[in-house]
C-alpha cells in the first residue's frame, strides 16, 4: 500500500508550527526567558484594565491583601484596589519548552511512516498531542487573572517586591525599565 506524503507534510507542518502559537500581549523583549528568571532583577509585565475600562500596563511591582502597585510605562505609580480591577493579564516569563515538545511531536509523527496502514491513525494523534502539548508549554509563565483558577497570590512571586513594597520605598525615583539587557 501507498501512503501519500501531503497529509504528513501537513501535519508535520502543523506541529511544527503550533509552538508559534502565542498569547503573548506584552511588547517584545519585555520579559524574560524562564532560564533567565532567577536573575532577574524587574517585576513582570501586567496589563490590566479598571472597572472604569482603563488600560494600563507597566510591571507589577507589589500585591497585598487590599491592593495592586503597579509602574506604568510611562513611570507612574499606581496603586489600585483589588475589586477596582476589571481584567488583568500577568506575563512573569517566556518558556521556550514549546521548542522540545515540538521537535520530538514531528520526530514521533515522522516515525510513523513505517506504520504502513495505521499511519492513518497514529500521525493525527501525534500531531494533535505534539499541538496540545506545545500550546500548554507556550502558555506557562502567562497568567490571566480572570480565570478561576488564578489569583492574585499566584502573581505575586513574580513582582519586583514579592512581600509588599518596602517601607519608606521613594516611588517617585522609580523608573519603568523592563526590557532586553536589564540587570546586565
Partial sequence: MR????PLALLLTAVLASGCVSSRSSPRGVIPQSSELAAYPMGAWIGLETRDRVAIQGELLAVDEESVHVLTTENEYLVLAKPFVYKARVEAYRNEGW???SAWAGV????TLTHGFFLVFTAPAWALGGMLTSIAESNRGFYDLRDA?????DVAPYARFPAGMPEGLD???LRYVLG???GT
Avoid: C, F, I
Fill in 3 to 6: 501512503v501519500s506524503l501531503s
Fill in 99 to 101: 521548542k522540545g515538545t
Fill in 108 to 111: 514521533g509523527a515522522a516515525s
Fill in 149 to 153: 483558577e488564578v489569583g492574585w497570590r
Fill in 171 to 173: 516611588t517617585s525615583r
Fill in 180 to 182: 532586553p539587557g536589564v
